[in-house]
């Protein structure tokens, strides 16, 4: 690994298992839009930081940002306003958003977006009279939407990678973060315990400050949308190391994940711009169902609703052969959709399928994650020298993000706490504590254990088991009954995880970095389900098929967890603050 010259290399010769440590101002820890918008505004506030990216895919290739299709929220027009951007998205979120956050996205967006362009050189698709276009998307009473095609994601990742090389940026690829490093307190972060993927070896990064990127991502679920690298590991991590979590109930189900028998990519979105565009859903009868869920907007509603309505199809037995539901463009003319869907054609191609001129099956899947990191709008979190951004945060979007709002925060509070971090850094010259005695040796003890064992459980199969678990009892539908079987099943998972057996060299290891995700996965899965058991209505995304309705007399509140000494989720509650916008306000607004 090419370690850059502002990295204080250590070789720790007397520690077997930690061969490396190394010191840095500020450690960000993901390289999607939010840890590279921080890098950037960081170092720019100072060049003279020494900033450190670690990430677990390589440089510019891994993330959700990169797959971001359809684009970005952004309020450009005169006839449009933040006003109406915030109630969207206060709308969206069924009201439980923290609306300081919500206000500083819809606020904030419209000088990221300029900056975008302007210092960053991103170029997104132009009307005639070159005024940025902008394009509808559900659930939006203005077309707002910011984008490059639809590989909106392609070009905003590759221009601020280009950035960051430009700049003196330390940047450790296929490096994962597997633990926060406190002190003996738990009251600061000291950095981070990181494995050097290709070399199967562990460094410890001590780290001024430390910023969590890593992009949420709901792959413990049988249907995901985001690539098999992400691995809700962020959140595992925050959340092991005692930081308030927040609505982790609120995970967000796209409508259309492609079917993919026996595929990774099953689950791979064709994004909603299709629906925006005026595609249709039909059942495995050929009906176009969504006029009985929602008669008004039938397709274009928000993607809680067609996402519930594509699973109920399923659960009644009106599934298409290959198991979910279909979606048809064809009814716009090849030409339109070849021209307008470049990546999702091709996409399709690959498998098989062919968007412009046939039904193709998609079903539900995992998307994003609403909960998180309970942060203030300069990214700080309950822990001192902890900041976290992006979708690894919780509280922007409430119960539910609208389709552009998801790469507007990273891009937003990337650059909010690139800014915070720079302005930290200004403040607190002064080194961490020291790591807690033994916490590095210990960790490293817990993410090897399996390699004392032999012939042992397959982390691969019990990763598996665990996203069918959720999948049917803590999924897109969700009761008490199934969710107090999910808990003791996800806790069954988790103790026979014990037995797991890793075999195999260090370097390179991807059952080793199965057996780490899958462990990110079982914390987070518990988060979800005490979440989701504590919130007895339903909400946005939150549907309960035993409450089935939405109860503004006990609903508006935010539910907020902590790793409990017995290492189990300890939920508790506040009630929603209406800082700027009250609930009749909310409730009242029409688009
Ligand atoms: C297919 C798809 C399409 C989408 N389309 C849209 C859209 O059109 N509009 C919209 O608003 N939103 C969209 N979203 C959501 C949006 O992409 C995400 O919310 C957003 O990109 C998240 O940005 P991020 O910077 O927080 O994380 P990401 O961009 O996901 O970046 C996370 C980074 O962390 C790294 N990482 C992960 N784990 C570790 C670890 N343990 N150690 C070190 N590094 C790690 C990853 O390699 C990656 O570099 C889409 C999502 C998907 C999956």
């Known amino acids: 690994m090419l370690l850059h010259s502002k990295i204080n290399l250590i070789f720790n010769q007397g ?8 010191t840095t101002d500020i450690l960000i820890i993901g390289m999607g839009a939010a840890g590279q918008l921080a890098a950037l505004y960081a170092y720019d506030a100072n ?45 969206g979120g069924q009201y439980v958003n923290n609306q300081d956050l919500a206000k500083t996205l819809v606020e904030e967006a ?16 132009r009307n005639p009279d070159g005024t940025i276009h902008q394009k509808p998307f559900a659930g939006q009473s203005f077309d707002r939407t910011v984008h490059k095609g639809d590989l909106t994601g392609i070009e905003m990742i590759s221009r601020t990678t280009e950035q960051v090389m430009k700049r003196d940026i330390t940047v450790l690829e296929e490096c994962r973060a597997v633990d926060l490093l406190l002190d003996s307190f738990g009251r600061e972060v000291t950095g981070a315990l990181l494995l050097d993927i290709r070399q199967g070896r562990f460094i410890v990064a001590e780290a001024s400050a430390t910023l969590v990127a890593t992009g949420g991502g709901p792959t413990q679920y049988r249907f995901h949308a985001p690539g098999p690298e992400k691995s809700v590991d962020g959140l ?31 689950g791979s979105l064709l994004e909603e711009g299709l629906r925006g565009a005026g595609a249709y859903l039909y059942n495995g009868q050929g009906e176009r169902y969504m006029k009985n869920y929602a008669p008004d907007v039938a397709e274009r509603a928000t993607r809680d609703v067609v996402s519930r309505s594509a699973f109920l199809e399923m659960l009644a037995g009106r599934e298409c052969e290959e198991g979910g539901v279909r979606i048809d463009a064809a009814h716009m003319g090849s030409e339109f959709v070849l021209e307008n869907f470049p990546g999702m054609c091709n996409r399709c191609r690959q498998f098989g399928y062919d968007l412009s001129r046939e039904p193709v099956p998609v079903s539900p899947t995992a998307h994003f994650v609403m909960g998180g990191a309970d942060i203030d709008k300069d990214c700080h979190t309950s822990i001192e020298r902890l900041f976290v951004a992006g979708e690894d945060a919780g509280g922007v979007h409430g119960g539910n993000r609208l389709g552009g709002n ?22 607190n010259k002064s080194q961490p504590a020291e790591t807690a005695k033994s916490m590095v040796e210990e960790l490293i003890e817990n993410h090897t254990r399996p390699f004392n064992k032999e012939n042992g459980e397959d982390a691969f199969k019990l990763r598996a088991e ?24 996800i806790a069954a998972i988790r103790g026979a995880a014990t037995d797991i057996a890793l075999t195999g060299g260090r370097p390179y290891n991807m059952l080793w970095n199965t057996y780490i995700d899958f462990m990110n996965m079982l914390d987070v899965s518990d988060m979800v389900v005490a979440s989701a058991l504590a919130r007895k209505e339903s909400r946005a995304a939150h549907y309960r098929s035993d409450y089935p309705e939405q109860n503004d007399e006990i609903g508006l509140f935010n539910s907020f967890i902590i790793r409990g000494d017995d290492g189990l989720p300890e939920t508790s509650s506040k009630p929603v603050e209406f800082t700027y916008k009250t609930v009749e306000e909310c409730r009242n607004y029409k688009k």
């Not at 520690?15 to 190394?22: A, G, L, R, V, Y």
């Not at 510019?60 to 109406?84: F, I, P, T, Y």
Request: charged share 25%; glycine share 10%; aromatic share 6%.
């Open 47 to 91: 060049p003279e930081l020494n900033i450190t990216i670690v990430t677990k895919a390589l440089k510019g290739k891994g993330g959700c940002s990169r797959m971001v299709q359809g684009g970005l929220n952004v309020v450009l027009n005169e006839a449009d306003s933040h006003e109406k951007h915030l109630m969207d998205t206060l709308k």
């Open 236 to 266: 595992g991590m925050l959340y092991r190391a005692g930081v308030v979590m927040r609505d982790m109930e609120m995970i967000q189900f796209h409508p259309t994940g492609l079917i993919i028998p026996g595929s990774v990519v099953a």
């Open 110 to 125: 419209t000088p990221t977006i300029k900056e975008m362009e302007t210092r960053f050189g991103c170029f997104f698709d």
């Open 15 to 22: 520690e077997p298992m930690t061969q490396e440590k190394f």
């Open 406 to 427: 998801g790469i507007c925060e990273s891009t937003v509070y990337g650059r909010q706490a690139g800014k915070s971090l720079a302005r930290y850094m200004d403040r």
């Open 466 to 489: 665990l996203q069918e678990c959720n999948w049917i009892k803590a999924g897109v539908v969700r009761n008490g009954n199934d969710m107090e079987e999910a808990v003791r099943e």
